[in-house]
């Protein structure tokens, strides 16, 4: 069965520190991982995505994601976080059939 | 260009009235995808066109219809609106199965 949790429903962090959303994943096919960012009153906007390879992919907004297959995570970091990056953050999952496996979502909010 | 379009944006409507939302997309995608997204929950497919094939999740089977008249469209049709309709409907697509998913703005439905 495929499944995503992100175990923490809210992240607060001040402007300027670093930043880990956590993603723990479930399949039992070739994962195929994405972060997406949900901004108020926007749609779900693509920050990354991992498929293969290199197991650190960079992303949009200086955003970048860690794939570990030992530990069926695909944590999403930033070294600095701006007050514009308070958002819901989604870890998802495909095994490739066209069904997408989302997170609950993590609401991040940046304390100026 | 990766855009998405979504119509309306907001949509009012009464229960037991029918409701039409519209998708359209210009990125010649093989695949359509309609999502209900309600407050703190994860999204939640309801149902993708592959080409000209419709999948329907089992659970939504008959409060959900849709039709894609061509490749650009697809639209989401509920016969009759009940209150737990109330919610965030987003579409999707991609091309290929494991490709990107790529989220229009929603339409935020509220029921009375």
């Known amino acids: 069965a495929q499944s995503v949790t992100q175990p923490d429903a809210r992240v607060t962090v001040s402007e300027g520190a670093s930043l880990q959303l956590r993603c723990k994943y479930s399949?039992?096919?070739?994962?195929?991982l994405f972060w997406y960012v949900q901004y108020p009153r926007q749609g779900l906007q693509l920050l990354l995505k991992?498929?293969?390879?290199?197991?650190v992919v960079q992303g949009v907004n200086g955003f970048e994601a860690e794939f570990s297959k030992s530990n069926s995570s695909f944590h999403l970091r930033k070294a600095s976080v701006h007050w514009s990056d308070s958002a819901v953050y989604f870890c998802?999952?495909?095994?490739?059939?066209?069904?997408?496996?989302f997170g609950k979502g993590t609401s991040l909010t940046v304390i100026p | 260009d990766t855009t998405v379009k979504q119509n309306p944006r907001y949509k009012l409507a009464r229960v037991g009235k029918p409701v039409n939302l519209i998708c359209s997309q210009t990125?010649?995608?093989?695949?359509m995808y309609w999502y209900q997204k309600k407050p703190n929950q994860a999204p939640k497919l309801l149902l993708f066109?592959?080409?000209?094939?419709?999948?329907r999740e089992a659970d939504t089977f008959e409060k959900f219809q849709s039709s894609r008249p061509n490749n650009s469209f697809c639209s989401l049709y509920i016969g009759s609106a009940g209150l737990e309709y109330s919610a965030m409907y987003l579409c999707?697509?991609?091309?290929?199965?494991?490709?990107?998913?790529?989220f229009g703005p929603g339409t935020r439905l509220l029921v009375l």
């Open positions: 990125m010649n995608h093989d695949t």
């Open positions: 991992y498929y293969s390879g290199d197991p």
């Open positions: 066109y592959y080409d000209k094939i419709l999948n």
């Open positions: 399949s039992s096919g070739t994962p195929y």
């Open positions: 999707a697509s991609s091309r290929g199965r494991e490709d990107t998913q790529y």
């Open positions: 998802v999952l495909s095994t490739g059939y066209q069904n997408f496996y």
